[in-house]
């Protein structure tokens, strides 16, 4: 339908942590696929060409960055590759994110530290160099991958990732409201539970489930979904899509849940 057709689109954490279908990659193949061209970002820059050889191999247009972004450097160095590649960024979607375990007594203070440098100051990081970009350019969309994690306990211990994306969408409102009259647009999707290549590589998930058993862990998280089902990598694109989109010209500060019902059924 080429809904992003003459757009530039910037997916930070386009790879995927191992085989199938992450959020960033399915966003950025999604993107691709509805005309955009696409900078695929990755600290893994082997999964960012992946995702990218994926595009080409459609005949879509996409180039891959290796960055660490919780690096300022690294961030100012993707933002200006992606200006020299392509002229101009119109979505920045900001996938990157991480659980670690731990009640605010057990968590390290050092895990602590690299949750919310990963999930939070990386996409601070990406709207602060982003940002002036796009004011230059008249408008844009920014998408922030947050979690349901942000405003209900899911029963699992991991408090720097559930606060580390409320915050996250605390600075998408406020960013939101301060430039939405220079036509910039900020939002974010808070997935539920999602069956993704980082839920089964993450082992304290795994362990926090179902010691370990990643199959008796699909079967639990199902469970809890009222639909009877986790989600994918696809719905999160899907909603992304929309937000990076001319349709949704007129919504900034949401958080758009995307989860099957949990949020809203009593309990966990």
């Given amino acids: 339908m080429e809904r992003l057709k003459g757009k530039t689109a910037m997916v930070v954490g386009a790879g995927s942590i191992g085989p199938g279908w992450g959020n960033g990659k399915a966003t950025a193949v999604t993107f691709a696929r509805e005309g955009a061209q696409v900078f695929c970002v990755d600290r893994n820059g082997k999964a960012a060409q992946e995702t990218v050889d994926i595009i080409t191999s459609e005949g879509g247009r996409a180039a891959a960055f290796t960055a660490d972004a919780s690096r300022s450097e690294d961030v100012e160095a993707m933002v200006a590759a992606c200006l020299k590649t392509f002229g101009r960024i119109d979505v920045l979607d900001n996938n990157v994110g991480i659980a670690e375990m ?125 639909m009877g089902h986790m989600g994918d990598a696809w719905d999160v694109a899907n909603a992304a899509l929309f937000l990076a989109s001319d349709e949704s010209k007129y919504v900034t500060g949401l958080e758009l849940i995307v989860d099957g019902g949990i949020t809203v059924k009593a309990g966990n």
Avoid: C
């Avoid at 602060?128 to 942000?150: D, L, R, T």
């Fill in 102 to 226: 731990g009640s605010v007594v057990s968590v390290p203070e050092a895990s602590w530290d690299h949750v919310f440098n990963v999930n939070l100051k990386s996409a601070f990081l990406a709207m602060k160099h982003v940002i002036p970009v796009m004011e230059k350019q008249g408008g844009g969309s920014i998408i922030n991958i947050s979690s349901i994690a942000s405003i209900r306990h899911l029963g699992i211990s991991y408090v720097s990732y559930g606060t580390s994306k409320a915050a996250m969408n605390q600075m998408t409102k406020t960013t939101a409201v301060e430039f939405a009259p220079k036509h910039i647009r900020v939002n974010a999707i808070l997935p539920g539970l999602m069956k993704t290549p980082m839920v089964e590589h993450s082992a304290g998930l795994a362990s926090s489930y179902a010691g370990g058993d990643v199959e008796a862990m699909w079967r639990a998280r199902d469970a809890q979904v009222p």
